[in-house]
Protein backbone atom coordinates (compact mmCIF):
# COMPACT_ATOMS: atom_id res chain seq x y z
CA UNK A 1 0.00 0.00 0.00
CA UNK A 2 0.88 3.50 -1.12
CA UNK A 3 1.37 6.17 1.25
CA UNK A 4 -0.27 8.95 1.19
CA UNK A 5 1.93 11.66 -0.01
CA UNK A 6 1.33 14.64 2.95
CA UNK A 7 2.85 11.16 5.38
CA UNK A 8 6.45 10.83 3.04
CA UNK A 9 9.35 12.35 4.87
CA UNK A 10 9.78 15.60 3.80
CA UNK A 11 13.11 16.46 2.02
CA UNK A 12 16.00 18.43 3.69
CA UNK A 13 15.47 21.90 2.78
CA UNK A 14 18.89 22.85 1.15
CA UNK A 15 20.49 25.70 3.66
CA UNK A 16 23.00 28.11 2.77
CA UNK A 17 25.15 28.00 5.70
CA UNK A 18 24.65 31.33 7.36
CA UNK A 19 24.06 30.09 10.76
CA UNK A 20 27.53 28.51 10.49
CA UNK A 21 29.38 31.63 9.00
CA UNK A 22 27.77 33.80 11.57
CA UNK A 23 29.04 31.24 14.57
CA UNK A 24 32.71 31.67 13.24
CA UNK A 25 32.44 35.41 12.64
CA UNK A 26 31.68 35.58 16.45
CA UNK A 27 34.06 32.78 17.59
CA UNK A 28 36.55 34.64 15.79
CA UNK A 29 35.86 38.42 17.22
CA UNK A 30 35.82 36.59 20.84
CA UNK A 31 39.39 34.80 20.28
CA UNK A 32 40.26 38.29 19.16
CA UNK A 33 39.54 40.07 22.22
CA UNK A 34 41.16 37.10 24.43
CA UNK A 35 44.26 37.25 22.27
CA UNK A 36 44.06 41.31 23.18
CA UNK A 37 43.43 41.18 26.96
CA UNK A 38 46.17 38.87 26.85
CA UNK A 39 48.79 40.33 25.17
CA UNK A 40 47.42 43.88 27.27
CA UNK A 41 47.89 41.90 30.43
CA UNK A 42 50.94 40.78 29.94
CA UNK A 43 52.60 43.85 28.69
CA UNK A 44 51.26 45.17 32.26
CA UNK A 45 53.13 42.63 34.20
CA UNK A 46 55.97 43.27 32.40
CA UNK A 47 55.93 47.38 32.72
CA UNK A 48 55.17 46.05 36.78
CA UNK A 49 57.93 43.96 36.91
CA UNK A 50 60.37 46.64 35.12
CA UNK A 51 58.98 49.44 37.95
CA UNK A 52 59.86 46.91 40.54
CA UNK A 53 63.18 46.05 40.05
CA UNK A 54 64.36 49.52 39.00
CA UNK A 55 63.44 50.03 42.51
CA UNK A 56 65.24 47.48 44.21
CA UNK A 57 68.15 48.91 42.06
CA UNK A 58 67.49 52.35 43.64
CA UNK A 59 67.30 50.82 46.78
CA UNK A 60 70.61 48.69 46.21
CA UNK A 61 71.92 52.25 44.99
CA UNK A 62 71.37 53.93 48.25
CA UNK A 63 71.86 51.17 50.79
CA UNK A 64 76.08 51.52 48.84
CA UNK A 65 75.81 55.04 49.25
CA UNK A 66 75.02 54.55 53.26
CA UNK A 67 77.68 52.14 53.74
CA UNK A 68 80.15 54.80 52.08
CA UNK A 69 79.24 57.09 54.36
CA UNK A 70 79.36 55.10 57.39
CA UNK A 71 83.41 54.47 55.77
CA UNK A 72 83.52 58.01 55.94
CA UNK A 73 82.11 58.55 58.94
CA UNK A 74 84.67 55.95 60.76
CA UNK A 75 87.41 56.59 63.64
CA UNK A 76 89.83 56.70 60.27
CA UNK A 77 89.11 57.30 56.68
CA UNK A 78 90.89 54.38 54.37
CA UNK A 79 93.95 55.35 52.63
CA UNK A 80 92.91 56.67 49.20
CA UNK A 81 93.74 54.27 46.59
CA UNK A 82 92.16 54.78 42.78
CA UNK A 83 92.21 51.25 42.16
CA UNK A 84 89.97 50.38 45.50
CA UNK A 85 87.49 53.18 44.09
CA UNK A 86 89.23 56.09 46.65
CA UNK A 87 90.01 59.08 44.36
CA UNK A 88 91.85 61.76 46.22
CA UNK A 89 91.04 65.34 45.12
CA UNK A 90 94.29 65.35 42.37
CA UNK A 91 92.64 61.86 40.86
CA UNK A 92 90.15 61.52 37.85
CA UNK A 93 86.78 59.42 39.16
CA UNK A 94 84.96 57.85 36.29
CA UNK A 95 82.70 59.63 34.33
CA UNK A 96 80.27 57.48 32.73
CA UNK A 97 78.67 56.09 35.91
CA UNK A 98 75.41 54.74 34.25
CA UNK A 99 78.15 52.55 31.99
CA UNK A 100 77.74 48.48 33.53
CA UNK A 101 81.97 48.54 32.26
CA UNK A 102 82.55 51.13 35.32
CA UNK A 103 80.73 49.25 38.28
CA UNK A 104 82.20 45.49 37.09
CA UNK A 105 83.54 43.96 40.09
CA UNK A 106 86.92 42.42 40.36
CA UNK A 107 87.26 38.54 39.93
CA UNK A 108 86.12 36.93 43.19
CA UNK A 109 83.94 40.27 44.42
CA UNK A 110 85.31 42.81 46.56
CA UNK A 111 87.09 46.47 46.33
CA UNK A 112 88.68 46.59 43.31
CA UNK A 113 88.88 47.99 39.64
CA UNK A 114 87.96 51.34 40.94
CA UNK A 115 85.06 51.20 43.03
CA UNK A 116 84.33 49.48 46.61
CA UNK A 117 81.90 46.67 47.03
CA UNK A 118 79.08 47.41 49.36
CA UNK A 119 77.34 44.86 51.63
CA UNK A 120 74.92 42.75 49.79
CA UNK A 121 70.83 43.58 50.76
CA UNK A 122 69.22 40.71 52.15
CA UNK A 123 65.65 39.77 52.20
CA UNK A 124 64.14 38.12 55.70
CA UNK A 125 64.70 34.70 55.15
CA UNK A 126 68.63 35.91 53.97
CA UNK A 127 68.47 35.38 50.14
CA UNK A 128 70.22 37.92 48.33
CA UNK A 129 67.94 41.18 47.08
CA UNK A 130 69.94 41.83 43.95
CA UNK A 131 71.87 40.12 41.16
CA UNK A 132 75.08 41.34 42.13
CA UNK A 133 75.94 43.29 45.15
CA UNK A 134 76.04 47.10 45.04
CA UNK A 135 79.07 49.31 44.69
CA UNK A 136 80.68 53.04 44.66
CA UNK A 137 83.15 55.22 44.96
CA UNK A 138 84.32 58.02 46.90
CA UNK A 139 86.04 60.89 45.17
CA UNK A 140 87.65 63.95 47.80
CA UNK A 141 87.05 67.28 46.65
CA UNK A 142 89.24 70.31 46.73
CA UNK A 143 89.91 71.58 50.07
CA UNK A 144 87.83 74.51 51.07
CA UNK A 145 88.13 77.97 49.85
CA UNK A 146 89.81 76.76 46.75
CA UNK A 147 88.82 78.08 43.25
CA UNK A 148 87.80 75.04 42.49
CA UNK A 149 85.46 73.79 45.00
CA UNK A 150 82.91 77.01 44.34
CA UNK A 151 80.13 75.90 43.29
CA UNK A 152 78.87 72.99 45.34
CA UNK A 153 76.70 75.40 46.99
CA UNK A 154 76.00 72.98 50.19
CA UNK A 155 75.61 75.67 52.35
CA UNK A 156 76.36 73.41 55.37
CA UNK A 157 79.24 75.62 58.02
CA UNK A 158 80.68 76.91 54.95
CA UNK A 159 81.98 74.13 53.78
CA UNK A 160 82.15 73.89 50.12
CA UNK A 161 81.15 76.98 49.05
CA UNK A 162 84.14 78.61 47.93
CA UNK A 163 84.71 80.61 51.26
CA UNK A 164 87.78 80.22 52.99
CA UNK A 165 86.94 80.92 56.67
CA UNK A 166 88.26 79.17 60.03
CA UNK A 167 85.07 78.66 61.03
CA UNK A 168 85.15 75.57 58.59
CA UNK A 169 84.87 71.91 59.97
CA UNK A 170 84.97 69.60 57.60
CA UNK A 171 85.76 68.10 54.07
CA UNK A 172 83.72 67.25 51.32
CA UNK A 173 83.49 64.11 49.73
CA UNK A 174 81.42 62.64 46.73
CA UNK A 175 80.04 59.62 46.51
CA UNK A 176 78.38 57.89 43.66
CA UNK A 177 76.59 54.45 44.45
CA UNK A 178 74.94 52.33 41.85
CA UNK A 179 73.26 49.04 41.83
CA UNK A 180 72.07 46.93 38.86
CA UNK A 181 68.39 45.74 40.63
CA UNK A 182 67.25 42.13 41.42
CA UNK A 183 67.49 41.38 37.49
CA UNK A 184 70.85 42.58 36.69
CA UNK A 185 69.85 45.11 33.62
CA UNK A 186 67.92 47.83 35.72
CA UNK A 187 70.72 50.30 36.43
CA UNK A 188 70.48 52.90 39.15
CA UNK A 189 72.95 55.71 40.34
CA UNK A 190 72.61 57.81 43.30
CA UNK A 191 75.66 60.72 44.27
CA UNK A 192 75.58 62.49 47.50
CA UNK A 193 77.99 65.06 48.96
CA UNK A 194 79.06 64.26 52.62
CA UNK A 195 80.94 66.01 54.75
CA UNK A 196 83.46 64.52 57.31
CA UNK A 197 84.24 66.81 60.25
CA UNK A 198 87.79 67.00 61.04
Known amino acids: MKQPSHMLASSPVHQSGAALLISLVILLV ?3 LALSSMQGTSTQEKMVSSQRD ?3 ALDGAEAALLAAEAELRGGTLPTFDTSEGLYDETDTQPAAVLAPGTWA ?3 GG ?3 NGTRQAPMPEDSSGDDLLAEAPRYFIKATPATGSASSSGFGLGAGRV ?3 VASSSSSGKVYRVVAFSSGA ?3 AARAVEAYVIRAQ
Open 183 to 185: SGQ
Open 30 to 32: LTT
Open 110 to 112: GHG
Open 160 to 162: GDG
Open 105 to 107: APT
Open 54 to 56: AQV
